[in-house]
């Protein structure tokens, strides 16, 4: 007999895990009609857009400075998952004449990883202590 649905997070490598996903950002979408969840989502589950999301935490990139230190990776390949990550809104953007350079949107990782924990492990955010602000390291990136 299946597991209702609410309790399906207290077992992540069941079966059962999938559908509750499913439903969970079903509601999610329901109730944040930007679907940001979804595309933070979708932007995580592949393995080069979090690479590119690596090489763009705290520093500025442009295209170029990513295919170079990706290796193996085409220009209009990183295009297309700048694109995605940019859709999700999980980078900044930044012109400077014909070149754009891209960082991390650290504060939108932040927001789109809380929410996921408060769906799929609300025992461990409310157990969890509050993080004090000033404890928080938020600097901007620097330009290189």
Not at 77 to 83: D, K, N
Request: contains cysteine.
């Amino acid at each position: 007999m299946p597991l209702p649905l609410a309790t399906c997070h207290l077992y992540p490598l069941d079966i059962y895990f999938i559908p509750c996903i499913l439903f969970t950002l079903m509601n999610i979408n329901m109730t944040d009609e930007s679907g940001e969840s979804v595309s933070f989502a979708k932007a995580m589950a592949d393995e080069t857009r979090q690479r590119v999301m690596g090489l763009l935490c705290c520093r500025w990139l442009c295209v170029g400075d990513i295919v170079e230190e990706m290796r193996g990776i085409t220009q209009p390949t990183v295009s297309h998952h700048l694109a995605i990550l940019r859709e999700a809104g999980l980078v900044h953007v930044r012109r400077e004449g014909k070149q754009v350079f891209y960082s991390l949107n650290q504060d939108e990782v932040v927001d789109c990883c809380g929410r996921i924990m408060r769906v799929f492990a609300p025992e461990r955010v409310d157990s969890s202590p509050p993080v004090a602000l000033s404890s928080i390291d938020a600097r901007e990136p620097e330009i290189e």
